[in-house]
């Protein structure tokens, strides 16, 4: 490698601003998340290996507080303490070690001033969303399937009303106003927005931009747990979309949500069968392109369909056409392998689900299946053996385990037990280096579970 691409890595290594300033932006530049990370990664240096930080406006105002104020200690020492060169190349190194303390110290100062901001922004948006009068707004929340949701709700009522969805993955308060700000049409007849919440009060937030006419709950699960620490808690901040949605909202549940929600008037909602849908009873050809997860998302999306008046036969043809959005237990192919895509789902309950779509897809296929996974993130305290489980119903369904070494695989491979039945791989470059080796592609269906960021390895 030429000396020059060393530069930026060399300039790392000494002075690590952007490598902590990464684990700043992976928790939502929250600080109390950000010192849970100090520890291990307190002496660690360049570890953006999946991932790289993004100089966002927020991200270099906290990196030139950050330099300023590690700057401005050192020469205060250097000056207030007039020590020797020895004692100022100790002092140096000291501050140098102290650099991840400087990167919070930042973030802390700059937070009121971002969240005053923050304000600015959300009020602008929600006064640009009361400015559309006859503007319905349909919001999903949920543990999971949010995303696959709204997808199949836009492509059900498209061609009905001109529908707009806040795409891909916007689902924060920030993210949801920015884009109102940005992209909301003064023709829109209806908003299709997902709400995700990490902390109590965020989905409640949203709400204030875009209340919603129709609220979804897809179901209570277990990702976010680590942040909530318990089920009931995680309930109460996911039913934030029912509460503030407007007083005449249409609440949509299944019946197993609604047994863990805690709200008044439970008679309003309306509960979701776990079943394939009543339209789709004659048409098995539909229900067969999707696994039983998928099907409850497609529920959901037809019962929003029917409550705007869409015709049954313009959702059926609507449902032939349908695709699941990338990375959702989505059939692809993946170098040279066919593949269940499912590395954007990071619970133990879609884990789960992607395993038995993937299992019952290989045997179609007549293919042994192969499971790239790196284990489950974010796990509750009740939830702490939920890697280990993952890793016993792996030997139970896959015919092999490619397993990453994150900080998880100890805990798979409790569970696996067989040596026979995983093989171990630094990462998944390791493992796309040699698994056609190993694992003829057209021998083997791949199911590809999230690789995890640099946090976890």
Not at 45 to 57: A, C, D, K, S
Not at 94 to 118: Q, Y
Not at 222 to 227: G, S, T, V, Y
Not at 437 to 451: G, N
Request: a positive charge; one cysteine or more; hydrophobic letters at 45%.
């Amino acid at each position: 490698m030429e000396p020059s691409k060393n530069l930026p890595t060399v300039f790392n290594s000494i002075l690590p601003f952007s490598d902590f300033l990464y684990i700043l932006q992976q928790e939502e530049y929250s600080s109390q998340r950000y010192w849970k990370w100090l520890g291990g990664f307190f002496f660690r240096r360049n570890f953006q290996i999946r991932g790289r930080l993004l100089y966002t406006t927020r991200t270099r105002i906290i990196f030139f507080f950050a330099i300023l104020f590690w700057l401005v200690a050192l020469s205060s020492l250097l000056i207030l303490l007039n020590a020797n060169l020895l004692l100022d190349f100790l002092l140096t190194i000291l501050l140098v070690i102290a650099i991840p303390f400087f990167v919070l110290i930042a973030n802390i100062v700059s937070t009121p001033f971002f969240a005053i901001a923050k304000q600015r922004v959300i009020k602008n948006s929600a006064d640009r969303v009361n400015k559309h009068n006859a503007l319905k707004i349909i919001a999903v929340a949920g543990s999971f399937g949010k995303t696959t949701t709204k997808n199949f709700i836009y492509e059900l009522i498209r061609y009905n009303y001109k529908t707009q969805l806040i795409p891909e993955n916007i689902n924060t308060t920030l993210g949801i106003a920015y884009w109102v700000n940005q992209y909301l049409s003064s023709g829109t007849q209806v908003l299709i927005v997902e709400m995700d919440t990490y902390k109590s009060g965020e989905i409640a937030a949203s709400c204030t931009i875009t209340p919603p006419d129709i609220a979804i709950i897809t179901n209570i699960g277990d990702q976010h747990l680590e942040r909530f620490r318990t089920k009931e808690r995680l309930a109460q901040g996911l039913s934030e979309v029912f509460t503030y949605a407007k007083p005449s909202a249409q609440l949509l549940c299944n019946p197993d949500t609604a047994k863990q929600l805690s709200i008044g008037n439970k008679q309003k909602l309306i509960l979701i069968d776990a079943n394939a849908p009543t339209a789709l009873a004659s048409h098995p050809d539909i229900i067969a392109r999707f696994s039983a997860s998928n099907i409850i998302n497609l529920a959901f999306a037809i019962k929003t369909a029917e409550l705007l008046g869409v015709s049954e036969e313009f959702i059926i043809d609507a449902c032939k056409k349908l695709e699941l959005p990338d990375r959702r237990q989505k059939m692809t192919m993946f170098h040279g392998y066919e593949c269940v895509d499912d590395s954007y789902n990071i619970s133990f309950t879609t884990a789960q689900a992607g395993i038995a779509f993937a299992r019952s897809t290989a045997n179609e296929r007549k293919k042994k299946l192969l499971v790239v996974t790196a284990g489950i993130p974010e796990l509750g305290p009740h939830d702490r053996d939920k890697n280990e489980m993952l890793g016993k119903i792996l030997a139970s369904k896959a015919d092999c385990v490619a397993l990453l070494k994150s900080i998880f695989y100890k805990q798979i491979e409790r569970g696996i037990f067989d040596p026979k039945k995983y093989i171990l791989f630094k990462d998944l470059d390791q493992f796309l280096k040699k698994s056609k080796e190993r694992f003829p592609t057209e021998e083997w269906l791949l199911l590809l579970q999230p690789e995890l960021t640099d946090l976890y390895y």
